[in-house]
């Protein structure tokens, strides 16, 4: 009967049952991972390192592909995975496309203009998030890729009109209605989330319509560096209430999977003060 019942229910995903663990040394942190295998590439790695050198940060190599940045980051790329959720198997009108695909990157994220985070200080964190996600939308830029995602709709907006009979002012109240639905919403739907002994901030992109695209993840790892986790969305059905819900389940149980160990980094003690008998003892052993 279960058997039976499974044809009618979407399927793929995350498979936990097969899963790749590895322990990242960062310097002052240990990252450890516990990735499932990709649908795409089941016989292929998905971590890309297994040691970053945070405390000579200056000597790290930042991607600078701008296509895989939450906001414009530089980062270190640390895994990566793929899966796909897919329809009931009995499921004739999805003509075998599946739901949607499922990127996971997992990230470490310099932050801007020399910002300072602190261990375990969620609170600043969101603010910072906040913030650079408002910045970042306004941003302006020469291509799709250097620019925000608020500035590139105005300009098109804009640009549109500009070449009508009559001035932009005159477009000014249809100009306003078509922002109102166009516009990307910048995320609100910050939380503090904790899965064993990591407390993380998770948020999610949702530009349109209440569809995510993306559902990330992030804590400081030190004063400069962000750990992110960042699963996109990419659809091919619109269907989201046959697969979101457990989608939501399965990328916190693969966060969970995330543990992050701080080391304890003690200062160097300083050498003793000289007692009268140690200069005794010295001027003796000089003779």
């Known amino acids: 009967m279960s058997v039976l019942k499974n044809l009618f229910l979407p399927h793929g995903g995350l498979d936990f049952r097969?899963?790749?663990h590895a322990v990242i040394d960062c310097g002052s942190a240990e990252i450890e991972l516990a990735i499932p295998r990709s649908t795409c590439w089941p016989n292929e790695t998905s971590i890309q390192r297994l040691s970053v050198d945070l405390g000579h940060a200056e000597s790290l190599t930042y991607e600078t592909r701008l296509c895989d940045k939450r906001t414009l980051h530089p980062y270190v790329k640390l895994a990566l995975g793929e899966w796909f959720y897919l329809p009931p198997r009995l499921d004739i009108t999805a003509q075998g496309e599946p739901y949607v695909c499922a990127t996971g990157y997992w990230r470490?994220?310099?932050t801007k203009q020399n910002i300072q985070m602190e261990r375990g200080n969620l609170q600043r964190l969101t603010q910072y998030?906040?913030?650079?996600?408002?910045i970042y939308f306004e941003q302006e830029g020469d291509g799709k890729d250097t620019c925000g995602p608020a500035w590139r709709v105005k300009k098109r907006l804009y640009d549109f009109y500009s070449g009508r009979h009559h001035p932009v002012?005159?477009?000014a109240s249809e100009i306003k209605e078509i922002l109102a639905e166009k516009l990307p919403k910048l995320p609100d739907d910050y939380t503090e989330v904790t899965f064993g002994n990591t407390r993380w901030v998770r948020y999610c992109y949702v530009p349109h319509r209440g569809l995510?695209?993306?559902?990330n993840y992030s804590?400081?790892?030190?004063?400069n560096?962000?750990?992110t986790i960042s699963i996109s969305l990419v659809r091919f059905l619109e269907r989201d209430e046959k697969w979101l819900a457990r989608a939501r389940a399965d990328f916190d149980r693969l966060v969970a999977g995330t543990q992050v160990h701080f080391r304890q980094l003690t200062a160097p003690q300083p050498k003793p003060l000289l007692t009268t008998n140690d200069v005794k003892e010295d001027a003796q052993c000089s003779r």
Not at 212 to 215: G, M, S, Y
Not at 219 to 223: I, M
């Open 18 to 20: 097969h899963c790749e």
């Open 108 to 110: 470490i994220e310099r």
């Open 129 to 134: 998030l906040k913030d650079d996600y408002a």
């Open 169 to 171: 002012e005159f477009y």
């Open 212 to 215: 995510p695209t993306a559902i």
């Open 219 to 223: 804590l400081p790892l030190d004063a």
């Open 225 to 227: 560096h962000l750990l």
